[in-house]
């Protein structure tokens, strides 16, 4: 079996890839990232991808593909805030570009991977495609407001998994294609937004990765086209 991590280079993402590598049920895991990483255990065959950049996509599946059919593939990238590009307070501080650089990386560039890594999954037993969500996707658990670009790119991309568990479902019975909401994690992307939250709710990026792999591993095709937490709990729509 094999598996495939895109935004290995990224704090979850890394940690998700070296979990993987202990597990003895995945021969090979390819880890892609834009930023190169050379130092991985074995097991880890690392590749080049940019989710902006639809040919380096498409090669990354080619690499894949001839190895054999992924039954797990996780997108792991994301973004938050970079530079100018910030969680927004109030309606007066929205900016197209940012619009376009959070829904670029959140939205448009899990939405290419589908589209290449879908059409080379198996399908005639289990496998399972997920994205890296977060709960503040969810328009009904929507009590505060604020970060628009970042709330509704995850809508947006709650709203394509859905529509990619339909479409795959079709092709195999088995498929399940999830989103999954990491929890509050020690990264980069959280760091400057760490400042409230509880030392308990706050995850180690180690933590949060055997938690999601946790869930995955509890994941049936009944679950497909939804979003789950790291503790296995649906998050709602």
Not at 100 to 116: E, Q, W
Not at 215 to 227: A, M, N
Request: with cysteine; aromatic share 8%.
């Amino acid at each position: 079996m094999s598996a495939v991590i895109i935004g290995a280079s990224g704090g979850i993402g890394r940690a998700l890839t070296l979990a993987l590598s202990h597990n003895s049920k995945f021969g090979t895991i390819h880890a892609f990232s834009r930023r190169e990483v050379r130092d991985w255990p074995a097991g880890v065959v690392p590749g080049h991808i940019d989710i902006l950049d639809e040919a380096t996509i498409k090669a990354a599946a080619n690499q894949v593909a001839k190895a054999g059919h992924p039954e797990l593939v996780i997108v792991a990238s994301g973004l938050l805030s970079e530079g100018d590009t910030q969680p927004e307070k109030s309606w007066r501080h929205q900016g197209l570009d940012s619009y376009r650089r959070v829904f670029d990386i959140n939205t448009f560039g899990p939405a290419l991977i589908a589209k290449h890594f879908l059409s080379i999954m198996p399908n005639d037993r289990r496998a399972v495609f997920a994205a890296v969500s977060a709960r503040v996707g969810s328009i009904s658990d929507n009590r505060l407001g604020g970060w628009h670009a970042y709330r509704a790119s995850k809508a947006a991309l709650n709203m394509l998994i859905r529509n990619f568990a339909i479409e795959w479902r079709r092709k195999n019975d088995q498929s399940i294609c999830v989103g999954l909401h990491p929890g509050t994690v020690d990264t980069d992307l959280s760091k400057p937004f760490q400042a409230n939250v509880p030392g308990k709710q706050l995850f180690s990026a180690e933590q949060s990765a055997g938690y999601l792999l946790g869930v995955v591993d509890r994941l049936t095709p009944e679950d497909t086209g939804k979003v789950f937490d790291w503790a296995g709990k649906e998050v709602p729509a």
